[in-house]
């Protein structure tokens, strides 16, 4: 989805304050993620003028926007329409900024369905907090059970109102992520400009205009916007009084209205302002009628000579027109990506070594399946199996600025490529704000770094990046001690040196299996996480996976080295330096092995399973090998090996832990969460075959770190998380320029900071992206 200049503000749907809306009855769904909801106002947009007074500018921001009313449709599997749908999981529900939190409640969640569908509308201010007295609005439909996508009725109008909506978010499922509403103006912004020829000033003390009474504004069944109808042409005033604002020889903005878009012919305009001590009104009728549009802005200027209106300037492109975002600033820039073919040159030119170090920035959406149709027959091939930017050979170390823009339908097999797979392949420069829809990554044969943003970073810096998808196999490569590690990642496959901050993984992984290239009685060797496959001396801040790993089925007896984490799957053995912060893996980050046949050897390196909710393996360093701090999982973890079932004999490198499943005694778990009971795993059936832990295995270098059974609340686990002796560059976004950049003045990791103080649900603390002004 486009990122929509604006401050994005994080409205977690999950909260306490008491709703103003409709009858909301509770739509049964079973609880799964609750949803989570982000805004941005179209604010840094406007062109203020210099002599604009503040007073007289009253056009809604992002800084401003107190509260929105949200629609949402639980269609089931069917797809949102215009009609035939009643809006029975949210109806016009206030959602309010409290405290600079975005609070409501009770909490929605997404369906368990992953085939469900819900479909999402909003509107700004909200109906119940308008003041009597002045513009008025309602919102229908206003029960759960009546059917119609959403509507506003502006009646009576005043013209201090500026009404918001947002592009319905349509047919979203529970692997969605946040929902992201761009909120755009409704109205025309009529601004009104005095200046006085002659010589001399006057003083403006009033203006008033005609408009229509009454205007009703619907939200399409689809995401193109709204439909607005006057709903009566009888006219009435819009008057500001009580002004003070001294007009001269230079145009003077004197008021700006917000008014339904329907300008009628003879629209009638006055004018009151002093004249030494004597007060005169003047009136016009205003010029070009049916010019005025929803979200444009349009300006009068009025040139007063002789107590006389004698000229009427009109500018009808005065830059408020919330569908225009302002250009990034290409400087710096040598590559402009627009379309998936700009895409593939640019691959080109880095991997033959044109454009190895080279900056690029995306200014558009972009799907890779349009090559489906391009001239170039190499370009063609992408389409079902993208070639990487750059590879493990000869790395990216350039910068490429997604800049919020998405890249959807990456397919990847990895025929004419295996070591690392992803759509960059190796890397070591700058990835910023790169948002992959629909992965699909099906490997061919054996990759040796697979994740759907990169296959091997090695070095460099990461930032709000995100990926939704599946890498249906992974691949487990069968020859142990070959100096190789073979790891899947939803976002990365394998990362060294590298700084990964506000980046998240909605991958599935392993759906279909895994994927060896030798006879049944091989060995596997392969690390796998939710988020990262392997990592080596790297920086993780304030990331999240939630995709599922399902791993099988293995051939028990085979020797095996197979290390998974809900989050990470394995350090490399002997690195040193990793940190972890403010980081988790949820709820549908599920955990599945599965194996057949008998179990094999009761000891030995070569037959090793190893499975954390969070971590499974730390890694053997000497020292500093790991500081994880203020890191939460919620992965359920599930085991599938009958010949282990009520064992007596005890494989004695299989472990299972909550949180990780073997720690280092020189690695740091502080102020960490696992929020599962692993019960059965720890005196089930397999409670004589393994060993299990409910967080992780002892150690005096796990401190304040808990699991459910506990009785802790997350929330004040990750919250009194402290600082980071490590200071990091973040990236942030940068509104007026509608791009990302690097803040070179480097910070600390603060839990208070990057941790939202008050998260809808103390059981899910969240992540604070507006503290870097941040989507990811």
């Known amino acids: 989805m486009r990122r929509i200049k604006g401050t994005y503000i994080l409205i977690p749907l999950f909260c306490t304050l008491l709703c103003i809306g409709c009858d909301n009855e509770d739509t049964t769904l079973m609880p799964t993620q609750p949803i989570g909801f982000s805004t941005s106002v179209d604010d840094s947009n406007t062109r203020a003028d210099s002599d604009t007074d503040a007073a007289t500018r009253a056009e809604a921001t992002t800084a401003n926007l107190t509260e929105i009313g949200v629609f949402a449709y639980n269609t089931g599997t069917s797809y949102m329409a215009s009609t035939g749908f009643a809006p029975n999981l949210l109806c016009n529900q206030s959602v309010k900024k409290v405290n600079g939190t975005w609070t409501y409640s009770p909490v929605k969640y997404w369906p368990a369905n992953p085939n469900d569908k819900v479909s999402f509308f909003a509107y700004a201010p909200h109906s119940a907090s308008v003041p009597s007295g002045g513009d008025q609005i309602s919102a229908a439909p206003t029960s759960v059970t009546t059917n119609g996508s959403p509507a506003i009725i502006y009646a009576p109008v005043k013209g201090e109102l500026d009404i918001l909506y947002s592009l319905g978010e349509l047919n979203c499922t529970n692997n969605h992520g946040t929902v992201r509403f761009t909120m755009k103006h409704a109205t025309t912004k009529v601004i009104f400009k005095v200046k006085v020829e002659g010589g001399g000033s006057k003083t403006i003390t009033g203006v008033s205009t005609e408009c229509v009474y009454a205007t009703g504004i619907k939200f399409n069944g689809s995401d193109t916007g709204i439909t607005v109808r006057t709903l009566s042409k009888n006219r009435t005033t819009c008057t500001a009084t009580n002004l003070n604002i001294n007009a001269g020889s230079t145009a003077t903005t004197v008021k700006e209205f917000f008014l339904p878009p329907d300008h009628m012919t003879d629209t009638k305009v006055s004018l009151t302002y002093l004249d030494g001590s004597t007060t005169k009104t003047i009136e016009t009728t205003l010029p070009n009628a049916d010019d005025w549009t929803p979200g444009k802005a349009i300006g009068y200027t009025f040139t007063i000579k002789d107590n006389q209106i004698i000229s009427i300037a009109v500018d009808a492109d005065m830059a408020w027109d919330a569908q225009e975002k302002p250009k990034p600033k290409y400087e710096g820039y040598d590559y402009v990506i627009a379309t998936a073919e700009d895409l593939a040159n640019f691959r080109d030119d880095v991997n033959n070594g044109k454009a190895t170090n080279k900056n690029a920035i995306q200014i558009a959406d972009i799907n890779l399946q349009d090559l489906a149709s391009s001239s170039n027959s190499s370009h063609t091939t992408d389409a079902n199996d993208w070639f990487p930017i750059g590879i493990a050979e000869k790395p990216f170390s350039g910068t490429y600025n997604g800049n919020g823009h998405t890249i959807s339908n990456l397919n990847l097999g990895g025929a004419r490529y295996r070591t690392t797979a992803g ?33 091997y970073a090695s070095g460099g810096n990461i930032a709000a990046c995100s990926a939704s998808g599946s890498i249906n196999k992974v691949s487990c490569y069968n020859v142990i001690n070959d100096g190789k590690v073979y790891a899947t990642g939803g976002l990365i496959g394998s990362a060294a040196n590298t700084t990964i901050s506000f980046c998240r993984s909605d991958v599935n992984i392993g759906e ?68 972890i912060y403010g980081s988790y893996s949820s709820t549908t980050g599920a955990i599945e092995v599965s194996f057949t046949g008998d179990s094999g050897s009761s000891s030995g390196s070569v037959q090793e399973l190893l499975i954390g909710g969070f971590i499974g393996y730390t890694g053997s360093a000497g020292s500093n090998t790991y500081n994880c701090r203020a890191c939460y999982s919620y992965s359920p973890i599930t085991l599938i090996h009958p010949q282990l079932e009520n064992s007596s004999t005890l494989m004695s490198n299989f472990r299972i832990g909550g949180f990780v499943a073997k720690i280092e005694t020189t690695s740091r778990i502080i102020s960490c969460y696992y929020g599962l009971d692993l019960k059965e795993l720890k005196s089930g059936v397999f409670q004589n075959a393994l060993t299990a832990y409910f967080f992780a295995p002892s150690s005096s270098y796990v401190q304040s770190c808990y699991y459910v059974s506990q009785g802790k609340i997350a929330q004040n686990i990750m919250w009194n998380g402290g600082t980071s002796n490590t200071r990091f560059n973040f990236i942030k976004y940068a509104p007026a320029t509608n791009s990302y950049f690097t803040d070179y003045i480097t910070k600390p990791w603060n839990s208070r900071k990057f941790w939202k103080e008050t998260p809808a649900n103390t059981a899910y603390p969240e992540i604070n992206y507006d503290e870097l002004n941040i989507t990811p």
């Open 512 to 579: 279909n299996g895994i994927i060896t290239d030798r006879a049944s009685t091989a060995p596997y060797l392969c690390y796998v996480g939710g988020f990262i496959g392997k990592i080596s001396v790297c920086n993780i801040l304030s990331c999240r996976s939630s995709g599922y790993i399902k791993l099988g089925t293995f051939n028990a007896p085979n020797q095996h080295i197979i290390r998974v984490g809900g989050f990470i799957g394995s350090d490399t053995d002997g690195s040193i330096g990793n940190e």
């Open 423 to 455: 759509l960059f392949g190796g890397s070591n420069g700058t990835l910023i704000g790169i948002h992959l829809r629909a992965v699909n990554i099906t490997p061919l044969a054996i990759l040796q770094y697979t994740g759907a943003l990169v296959g």
